[in-house]
């Protein structure tokens, strides 16, 4: 697996995109100021995800998302451990990532990798998506934020 920085010049993947975050309009939001990092296998796009810096030293994962058939195999961890190196490597001190508080895998993973709960964006989802989303039977309504110094 290979894992690579978009040029400026390349489409970034919205149908992958939209498999983490369902909302065109907010993945709109970022397509300007993020940077996508795509992972390929045999010329096969498997997984993205995109780093948008927030504030002075803080970068943000603000979509991360494994193509189905690749989904349980560690390629989501591989991306994480991705992401933050190349925060690190861009002088960043601190990454963040956010999630639904239905999302019971991702909240495990990226706490296997590191990151700690540091608050809960209440609502998020009611105020910011048109439609309800369940997940694991629970339905989505608050965003669970979760942090790292590196």
Do not use: W
């Not at 939209?18 to 296998?41: M, Q």
């Not at 933050?84 to 002088?91: E, F, K, R, S, V």
């Amino acid at each position: 697996m290979n894992i690579r920085q978009l040029s400026v010049h390349e489409k970034p993947p919205m149908e992958l995109l939209l498999v983490a975050d369902p909302s065109p309009k907010i993945v709109e939001s970022y397509l300007k100021s993020g940077r996508f990092f795509v992972a390929e296998k045999n010329d096969q796009l498997i997984g993205v995800y995109v780093l948008l810096p927030t504030r002075p030293q803080t970068i943000e994962i603000v979509n991360i998302a494994v193509d189905e058939p690749y989904q349980g195999k560690g390629v989501g961890k591989y991306l994480l451990q991705h992401a933050i190196t190349a925060a690190q490597t861009m002088g960043y001190t601190t990454i963040e990532i956010g999630t639904g508080n239905s999302s019971i895998g991702q909240l495990a993973l990226y706490q296997k990798c590191g990151f700690r709960i540091v608050g809960v964006d209440m609502n998020f989802f009611l105020k910011h998506y048109e439609e309800d989303m369940i997940e694991n039977g629970i339905r989505c309504t608050d965003m669970i934020r979760l942090s790292q110094d590196i």
